[in-house]
């Protein structure tokens, strides 16, 4: 039976067995625009989460799987044969656009509410920051607030998708995806929360930055980020088909 109905908290994610492509969606990376124009190619019987609208047969595909849970879900064959993709970021941007997502959503719950009702202002970027660090350590998930990370594509420190675009060069390489796909899309953005244009290293200071480059450390090693340095624009593809 298709399922259409939203649950709270399931983030974008496809398996479609008419296209034979999985989409893994990490989070600030205008994944849910890409989303939502895949998911109008999608067939009957596709896996769609959260959607605006176009979500279906979600049922037993839980929020923020991994790719290995996908594989579960799908068995090997399944998820050894299909095209597996995701879109990454700078993890530094990453923090400012969770930030702005917080900030400039004008329906917050009331618990998202409650520490500009404490300081009787709104969180600057520096104080949210160390409030997620607090939670974490609060309730001893360390830092689970943080953006997604590399562990959601990879086993065991080896890249298991067959593509990584770049939310920097986010054009060209939903481009290249068009054309393996075989799906017309477009250009795709965020929500466009993001209302400061600072650079991110005049947001950041020296202990906020060793703490990103502990967490990540792995990612920026996979990935070629490196704090103050423009990024690499690269699309990554460990294992050409």
């Not at 939203?6 to 994610?13: A, R, W």
């Not at 893994?24 to 190619?41: C, D, E, K, P, Q």
């Not at 001893?140 to 939310?167: A, L, M």
Request: charged fraction near 30%.
């Amino acid at each position: 039976m298709v399922k259409s109905t939203l649950t709270h908290g399931n983030v974008p994610m496809i398996v479609s067995h008419k296209h034979k492509f999985i989409f893994i969606h990490l989070g600030r990376t205008a994944g849910r625009s890409l989303t939502v124009a895949l998911a109008r190619s999608c067939g009957a019987e596709d896996v769609v989460t959260n959607a605006k609208g176009l979500q279906r047969n979600y049922a037993g595909f839980r929020r923020h799987f991994r790719a290995t849970e996908i594989r579960k879900k799908v068995g090997r064959e399944i998820f050894d044969e299909y095209f597996k993709f995701t879109i990454e970021r700078n993890p530094w941007d990453k923090f400012i656009s969770r930030y702005w997502s917080y900030a400039g959503h004008a329906n917050k719950p009331l618990y998202k509410k409650f520490p500009e009702f404490v300081t009787g202002k709104p969180l600057d970027f520096k104080t949210w920051f160390d409030i997620r660090i607090l939670q974490g350590n609060l309730l001893g998930f360390g830092h689970y607030r943080f953006p997604r990370s590399s562990r959601s594509y990879t086993e065991n420190d080896r890249i298991i998708v067959d593509f990584i675009g770049r939310h920097e060069n986010l054009a060209e390489h939903v481009a290249i995806l068009s054309d393996r796909l075989k799906i017309e899309l477009d250009k795709h953005y965020g929500a466009r929360r993001h209302k400061e244009r600072r650079p991110y290293t005049e947001l950041f200071d020296e202990r906020m930055n060793r703490i990103v480059e502990r967490y990540f450390a792995k990612d920026l090693a996979l990935l070629g980020y490196r704090f103050g340095e423009s990024p690499p624009l690269d699309y990554i593809e460990p294992n050409p088909r």
